[in-house]
């Protein structure tokens, strides 16, 4: 946020500088120090250094500048912040920067220069402070920095990659520092002596600096150092020599990974050394029990161990502990209770325990006697949380709260002590069993500063009109709830508005249309009418995802989308919409998903679509798309991220082009599979923590298909119920990553071609209802992932294959050809057998085969069925799952047919 305001601040600057003549009159102060000429020429040419050319005035007094600051009797330039300024360009060593010689402080952090730090920054003997946080420098940090003898800051940190070789004789000769900020610096040694010469050393951070050996203790004895980072080096810079120091140290702040946990010797020390504050980064690198002494260390006053994998419980907690302010031991496998020792830790402000496995009822009112509290956090583990009734008589004073997420926390009512809340800004009650509606106090809550609200899957009743009480609202999830009555009128900075699944009625309010920053909009599944906003499409900056579908809503999709737009994800199935596709679709590059299926479309294929660069999904099914099928000559690979197609129940007719299903690259196995076949949204969900676990629920023909983030697997082409004819393409052979290909019901003639046997692993392929002739082609007996497959009411004729899972295949896969014959039809062959069936008694080999296979997958099925997600997650294969789901049918069947043949 700093560095946005400072951002505006630099244009200015900058706008200022190009226009000197209206500058005049924006500065009402000519004090005494207008600047050195020389040092306004010198900021001039640095600034065009990297802009374009202004028409320049040397009179303007350049100390007034934005980030400008001079020395106020001499006038020389001394300070110079030019930090997020977004200075794009090689900091050349003729840069007239280094002619600012009295320059002390300079601040060029967050901008990206992607150059050298350039040598002659030595020059600037004055300097002592000197900022240089991620500005896209590399290479290696010139040993001239050591003549920077002034320096009391210097903050490297977060740069591409910079090496520091000659680390220890540069920070021999800065021995004012106070600040050494190297994060992510190649420093690549061990830690040099010199470094404890620093001896006005406040904060040192040297994470991840590739630092190796052992800690020297010298340097915990610093006389003032109070914060300290060496986390992400080494292992063995967690090793401390063995005599540590005794008596007080002035460390205050230790972020480290392991370093505590590394001997009795070490516990003694941090028992010693005053306001201790401990902050492990993890990235589950901690596992094992919780040491019982960490909650012993009388002067802790910090303790984040989150998202690590430790176990235990919380029993060691000492309720005499006055300095402990915040626990945060989310994300870990913390069992048992909450001990009632915590109600006793007076300082504890933040306490953050979501994500364990704690058990047990909690009366939520207990935790009022924590008077500083502010941040409270016990959703997603096993806890029931009473609240005491709103009409019981109570006199309980609670702190006021920032911070309260009681997600999954078996809740049954909105707990009554919300009423007096003030400062709320994140409240999460989602997943619980909270019925009836929303009480009226509830939005007299947290009025200013209510930012976060997720009452999402409850039993919520009534209505919510207008959520504008809370102005400052970004994020709103209500889905899944029992909501009534009209969409509620938003504040206007919500970015995130999700009210999915409940039963929302009327139209959608053009308030919507005042939203500035929406980013995601999901009112599917609800009963909403009338016509769509004419706004959308204004959104074209911030909106990411808009689903509206399965709703009552008519009329045609008005929006005009602009280049630019962000637009990923579009789901509008479900409705009554008719007329054409606004052909200003193709403006949003971004999109990857777009399902307009179920609704009166009237338009013809949308063959401009494939323009798009990263559409995945393109859903159009049961509409009233018609006429040909074309491929616009333009487009080299037409829809080449395309994975799922779906065109049924539509009126196209004619023939399906071979030359668009070449444009598929995405269902090919050459083109870098991984890249095509990943994601849904990976804006949507880097830039909302709490979206991780969303998914977006799509039907297909009745069938309803949870996306989540990462699509590895789906790759579906529906064509069916349209009236295609001609061959079906022999090209389709080529989208070997297909699991599902519905050509049925259409008007396709000729044979089947053999080489939908290339379609590896395809699970479910209908034909059914056309007019192919021929014989079944045998390389579909190759198909080893098959579950369903039809090809009922066609012409076919000729023995029907078997091995492999043809044989598990009902005969209703094949009735409506009078030509067919064989296994499971009743009508006999009279052909010759065919030449794979002479192999060694086949039938009985099968049976043994599936024998072992299904007792080889029995475990998986049980692992799939639980874990739920076994259609598109679990590599066992869906015709193997769906066959153990029939296993003793399957077996019966198998044996019953070894035993025809053992009679036969
Ligand atoms: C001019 O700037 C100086 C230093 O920032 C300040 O002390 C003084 O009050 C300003 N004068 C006017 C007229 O604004
Ligand atoms: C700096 O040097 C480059 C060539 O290295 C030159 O093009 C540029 O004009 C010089 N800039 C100044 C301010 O002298
Ligand atoms: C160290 O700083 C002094 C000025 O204080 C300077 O003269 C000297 O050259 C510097 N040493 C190195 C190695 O740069
Ligand atoms: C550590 O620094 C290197 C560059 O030196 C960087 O590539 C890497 O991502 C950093 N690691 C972490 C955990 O920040
Ligand atoms: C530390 O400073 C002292 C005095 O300035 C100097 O003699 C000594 O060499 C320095 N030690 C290191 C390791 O730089
Ligand atoms: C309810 O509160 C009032 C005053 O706060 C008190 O006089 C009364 O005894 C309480 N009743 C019960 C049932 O606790
Ligand atoms: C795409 O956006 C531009 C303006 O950003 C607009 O002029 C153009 O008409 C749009 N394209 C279509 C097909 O609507
Ligand atoms: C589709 O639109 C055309 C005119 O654009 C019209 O003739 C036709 O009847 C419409 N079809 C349906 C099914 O509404």
């Not at 505590?260 to 492990?280: A, H, K, V």
Request: glycine letters at 6%; aromatic letters at 8%; one cysteine or more.
């Amino acid at each position: 946020m700093a560095c946005i305001c400072k951002l505006l601040l630099v244009c200015l600057l900058f706008f200022l500088l190009h226009f000197p003549v209206i500058s005049s009159s924006f500065l009402s102060n000519f004090s005494s120090n207008l600047c050195d000429k020389v040092e306004a020429t010198a900021l001039l040419q640095f600034k065009n250094s990297f802009l374009i050319d202004p028409t320049i005035s040397k009179d303007i007094d350049c100390c007034q500048w934005d980030g400008v600051t001079c020395d106020p009797l001499a006038g020389h330039v001394i300070g110079l912040d030019l930090s997020c300024s977004q200075l794009i360009g090689p900091m050349i060593s003729n840069n007239s920067i280094f002619l600012l010689h009295h320059l002390q402080s300079l601040n060029l952090g967050f901008n990206n220069f992607n150059s050298n730090i350039p040598r002659e920054l030595g020059q600037l003997s004055h300097l002592e402070y000197l900022n240089l946080y991620d500005s896209g420098f590399f290479g290696h940090v010139p040993s001239e920095m050591a003549q920077l003898s002034q320096l009391r800051s210097l903050d490297l940190s977060s740069n591409h990659i910079i090496a520091m070789p000659n680390f220890g004789e540069i920070i021999a000769n800065l021995t004012e520092l106070r600040e050494l900020h190297l994060y992510g610096v190649a420093i690549n040694s061990i830690i040099p002596q010199s470094l404890t010469n620093l001896s006005y050393l406040t904060s040192l951070q040297l994470s991840n600096c590739s630092l190796q050996g052992k800690f020297p203790n010298d340097i915990i004895q610093l006389p003032h150092l109070q914060v300290l980072d060496v986390s992400s080096n080494e292992q063995s810079l967690c090793q401390f020599h063995n005599n540590l120091p005794t008596g007080a140290v002035p460390l205050r702040y230790w972020i480290s990974r392991v370093a505590p946990f590394l001997g009795d010797y070490l516990i003694s020390f941090l028992t010693q050394i005053s306001r201790l504050l401990i902050q492990f980064f993890g990235d589950n690198s901690l596992s094992g029990m919780l040491p019982s002494w960490l909650f012993n260390l009388p002067l802790l006053e910090l303790l984040y161990l989150r998202g690590n994998q430790f176990s235990g419980e919380l029993n060691h907690i000492n309720s005499n502990n006055n300095s402990l302010g915040t626990i945060d031991l989310s994300y870990n496998n913390i069992s048992g209770s909450i001990p009632n020792a915590i109600f006793g830790l007076m300082s504890l402000s933040i306490l953050v325990l979501g994500s364990n496995n704690l058990s047990g009822t909690v009366e939520l009112d207990r935790f009022s006697k924590l008077k500083s509290l502010n941040d409270l956090d016990l959703s997603a583990n096993n806890l029931s949380v009473t609240t005491i009734n709103e009409n019981a008589n109570f006199t309980i004073t609670w702190p006021q709260l920032e911070v309260l997420k009681l997600s999954f926390c078996n809740i049954i009512e909105f707990p009554s002590f919300l009423r007096s809340q003030e400062n709320l800004s994140e409240l999460d009650l989602s997943n619980n069993n909270i019925h009836g509606e929303v009480p009226k106090w509830l939005q007299d809550m947290g009025k200013e500063s209510m930012n976060y609200l997720d009452l999402s899957q409850n039993s919520i009743t009534g209505g919510l009109e207008d959520l504008r009480s809370w102005p400052s609202l970004r994020y709103v999830n209500l889905h899944s709830n029992r909501l009534q009555g009209p969409m509620p009128i938003l504040p206007l900075f919500v970015e995130f508005f999700k009210a999915s699944n409940n039963r929302l009625a009327r139209e959608i309010p053009l308030s919507i249309c005042d939203l500035t920053i929406l980013r995601v909009l999901d009112l599917s599944h609800n009963r909403l009418s009338g016509e769509m906003p004419q706004c959308m499409g204004n959104f074209i900056f911030t909106l990411l995802l808009l689903n509206l579908g399965s709703n009552n809503l008519h009329g045609s999709i008005p929006w005009t989308f602009g280049i630019n737009s962000v637009l990923t994800t579009l789901v509008l199935n479900g409705n009554q919409l008719e007329g054409r596709l606004p052909r200003s679709l193709v403006n949003c590059t971004q999109l990857k998903l777009l399902d307009l299926g179920n609704n009166k479309l009237n338009d013809t294929f949308p063959d401009w679509l494939g323009a798009l660069p990263g559409l995945m999904i393109l859903i159009l099914h049961s509409n009233n798309f018609h006429g040909r099928v074309r491929t616009t000559k333009e487009e080299q690979q037409p829809f080449p991220k395309l994975q799922i197609l779906d065109l049924s129940d539509n009126s196209f007719r004619g023939i399906f082009p071979s030359r668009l299903l070449n444009g598929f690259k995405a269902m090919m196995k050459d083109d870098g599979k991984n890249d095509a076949l990943q994601y849904i949204d990976e804006k949507l969900f880097n830039n909302f923590e709490c979206m991780s676990t969303e998914s977006i629920v799509l039907t297909f023909k009745g069938v309803a298909r949870e996306l989540s983030r990462v699509l590895t697997t789906l790759v579906d082409i529906d064509l069916s119920g349209n009236k295609f004819r001609g061959a079906i393409p022999y090209s389709i052979g080529k989208l070997v990553l297909v699991r599902y290909l519905n050509l049925s019901h259409n008007n396709f003639i000729g044979s089947i071609p053999p080489s939908l046997g290339n379609l590896n692993v395809i699970e479910s392929l209908d034909l059914s209802s056309n007019q192919l002739t021929g014989q079944i082609p045998r390389e579909l007996v190759n198909l080893h992932f098959l579950v369903n497959f039809s090809v009922a009411d066609n012409k076919l004729d000729g023995a029907i294959p078997h091995g492999e899972q043809f044989d598990l295949f009902e005969n209703s896969s094949y009735l409506g050809n009078i030509g067919l014959c064989g296994y499971p039809l009743s009508k006999k062959c009279y052909l010759p057998l065919q030449p794979q069936s002479v192999e060694n008694n086949p039938q009985s080999a099968d049976f043994d085969e599936w024998k072992i296979i299904l007792i080889g997958y029995g475990c998986g099925l049980i692992i799939g069925l639980v874990a739920g997600y076994y259609i598109f997650h679990a590599r066992t294969p869906l015709w193997l799952l769906n066959l153990l789901r029939q296993k003793k049918f399957a077996i019966a069947r198998a044996s019953n047919k070894w035993q025809r043949q053992q009679e036969g």
